[in-house]
């Protein structure tokens, strides 16, 4: 398509300035090309689209408060709206793989996972996925591996919340949220530990390698 931005301020590699931008056929041209449509963007600023490496807002379409809970096909389209309107056209949701029951549980994750691959080529923002694997959800391994022959491939990150909630370290004052997601009571929250100095193998790491 061809377009012509006019009186907008331009993020430029001297900074903004206030100018003209056209494009044609897709690509930023210096004349601007015939039929082109006009935008007036006056008073507003032209920007490239914004990457987000990584987000989780999609966690409040999904459950807004504990207790009440949306469809998540219905969640991932209105995260999908409020991303481009706020200038995102890439974006990688922060989907946790965790031992904890509810909002991020393994079952929340595949439930988002499918319905991200479902709509995809429906959303308006390049919609990814980065993976935050709790590492002593060591049970979850096979799915990790199977959901990192995704494509576009997921970014991952391995995590340990757990060291520092469950084990009163430096985000246990969060363990009151925490537990609301799980739809677990504090003292059922603190409970569900798992066995001590655990941590994923070498062998393990070897074979997340694997998918470089």
């Not at 979850?140 to 009163?168: E, F, K």
């Not at 677990?184 to 798992?194: A, F, G, N, P, W």
Request: aromatic fraction near 6%.
């Amino acid at each position: 398509m061809n377009w012509h931005i006019q009186g907008g301020r331009i993020l430029t590699d001297r900074g903004l300035e206030t100018a003209d931008l056209s494009i044609a056929g897709g690509i930023l041209a210096e004349i601007q090309a015939a039929h082109a449509s006009i935008i007036d963007a006056d008073g507003l600023l032209v920007l490239p689209g914004i990457v987000d490496i990584h987000g989780d807002g999609f966690e409040r379409q999904i459950m807004p408060r504990p207790g009440v809970r949306f469809d998540t096909a219905l969640a991932l389209k209105d995260t999908d709206r409020q991303l481009v309107a706020n200038g995102v056209t890439t974006a990688f949701h922060g989907v946790t793989v965790s031992w904890e029951p509810g909002l991020r549980s393994l079952e929340a994750a595949k439930q988002l996972i499918g319905a991200l691959c479902d709509l995809r080529d429906t959303l308006s923002c390049d919609t990814r996925v980065h993976l935050r694997w709790e590492t002593f959800a060591l049970d979850q391994m096979a799915q990790v591996i199977q959901w990192l022959s995704l494509w576009p491939r997921p970014t991952i990150a391995l995590n340990d919340h757990t060291t520092g909630s469950v084990l009163n370290g430096t985000i246990a004052r969060k363990i009151g949220q925490m537990a609301e997601r799980s739809g677990l009571s504090r003292e059922q929250y603190m409970t569900k530990r798992l066995p001590k100095n655990v941590c994923i193998s070498a062998v393990s790491v070897q074979r997340l390698r694997n998918f470089h």
